[in-house]
């Protein structure tokens, strides 16, 4: 027990518990799962995969609720406060609640060691539980197979674009990185993949193990014209439905995935069109192209891989500005800072590059290094934060011009906290 109650105490204890981070296997979290007698009875829906999960967790969330359901939504990472990765029926876990489902956890690992991620994700479903939720979202932190989420049985499991990224604990090939994502899903059950080119490994894991598997473009998509759009999948036909809030074409893929997840567990909890509808017009989700300023507009996205990347150039490129792009952008070091440049390298006319305040940050001047080797006499400048860049940039813009903020969660909520600060 931390000495600390607070949560900001319990949380920093809780990064003590374990000598590694990250420590993928299922053992642990089982054992401690078995002494809490933590069986819960509601529906669960598992989102995996390399991009997407948080749209589609959001599509799901807001398309129950609108149906009226109590939800639980289990998310990670957070942006500004860990009470954003615990939802309840649309609102983030109060501070009381989580400390009480901490102590629960607690009392029961004894001498188990668990890690962060691995406590909270049992905490999560604590709180799922005594709030008698109808029906739990549970995002995957970190690959699948041996994810602390997967100790629990999915109803539906949903796998959504699959690219190469933590290749040091999932492998550096979509086929391996596939096996692990196909981890999630279950003998028997639906197994809904929203990659249009999925890995044949997923294929052949879902075929192995009899799983249901729905694959986007082949069982269900989600398609139109204009302002409809049309979802088919293996029983519905749902027309006339409005474009996700969320902006990007690539959204279409993760409303896609949430209604072939709901379609398929339409006996256990129906949704109505109404609610299809209401869900898919009012989801959204904390820095995925999320705008936050117009004159000059400014941009927030989470991209940090290259596959998030191109999806970010592709919604830019839907939304040509009038006048400059403006890149503020930090990275961690261990991802693919060239494969993130080459994607955006087109859609940049300056870049404001900034070391993230993380233990894991890509130095600023290195990162300006890599801009400049990808992107021959690009303007590139260098600061010590994302606050500073951020600054640098507003000074620069135009009213016409528009600034986009990428690179790591890290860098994103940095700048969502200066601006806020700024703007009272």
Not at 52 to 75: F, R, W
Not at 170 to 196: N, Q, S
Not at 219 to 240: E, H, I, Q
Not at 288 to 307: G, M, S, T
């Amino acid at each position: 027990m931390p000495r600390d109650a607070t949560l900001a105490g319990w949380l920093a204890w809780l990064e003590t518990l374990h000598p590694s981070t990250i420590d993928l296997g299922l053992e642990r979290v089982h054992e401690v799962r078995r002494a809490l007698g933590l069986a819960p009875a509601f529906p669960i829906i598992t989102v995996g995969g390399t991009n997407g999960k948080g749209s589609t967790c959001a599509y799901l969330e807001a398309i129950l609720g609108a149906a009226g359901y109590k939800t639980g939504l289990y998310t990670s990472p957070h942006l500004l406060a860990y009470n954003e990765r615990v939802r309840i029926a649309g609102v983030d876990a109060s501070d009381a609640d989580l400390l009480a489902a901490f102590a629960r956890v607690e009392a029961a690992r004894g001498a188990t060691s668990l890690t962060y991620f691995e406590f909270g994700t049992l905490a999560a479903l604590e709180q799922f539980v005594a709030a008698n939720v109808d029906v739990a979202i549970l995002e995957v932190g970190l690959g699948g197979r041996l994810d602390a989420v997967n100790v629990f049985d999915a109803d539906a499991a949903v796998v959504t674009a699959i690219d190469i990224d933590h290749s040091e604990y999932l492998g550096t090939t979509r086929e391996a990185i596939g096996f692990e994502k196909a981890g999630i899903f279950r003998p028997g059950r639906p197994a809904i993949c929203a990659d249009p080119a999925p890995p044949q490994s997923l294929l052949d894991h879902a075929a192995a193990i009899g799983a249901n598997l729905l694959r986007l473009g082949v069982d269900f998509d989600l398609t139109g014209d204009g302002a409809a759009l049309a979802y088919r999948g293996p029983r519905w036909r749902v027309t006339d439905l409005p474009r996700p809030a969320m902006a990007g074409s690539v959204q279409w893929r993760n409303a896609a995935a949430a209604l072939a997840a709901l379609e398929a567990l339409a006996a256990r909890v129906p949704v109505g069109v109404a609610a299809i509808r209401q869900g898919l017009g009012s989801a959204r989700v904390a820095g995925r192209f999320q705008v936050i300023a117009k004159r000059p507009e400014i941009v927030l996205d989470v991209a940090h891989n290259p596959q998030a990347a191109r999806a970010l150039a592709g919604t830019l490129g839907e939304r040509d500005a009038a006048g400059r792009t403006l890149a503020v952008v930090g990275m961690l070091a261990d991802k693919d800072a060239a494969g993130v440049v080459d994607a955006l390298a087109a859609h940049v006319d300056t870049w404001f590059v900034a070391t993230p305040d993380s233990p894991r940050a890509l130095a600023a001047a290195r990162l300006a290094e890599v801009i400049r080797e990808r992107c021959p006499g690009a303007a590139v400048r260098a600061f010590a934060s994302p606050r500073d860049a951020l600054d640098a940039a507003r000074s620069a813009a135009r009213e016409n011009d528009r600034i986009v903020v990428f690179g790591s969660f890290y860098t994103v909520a940095a700048a969502l906290t200066h601006h806020a600060a700024t703007e009272q």
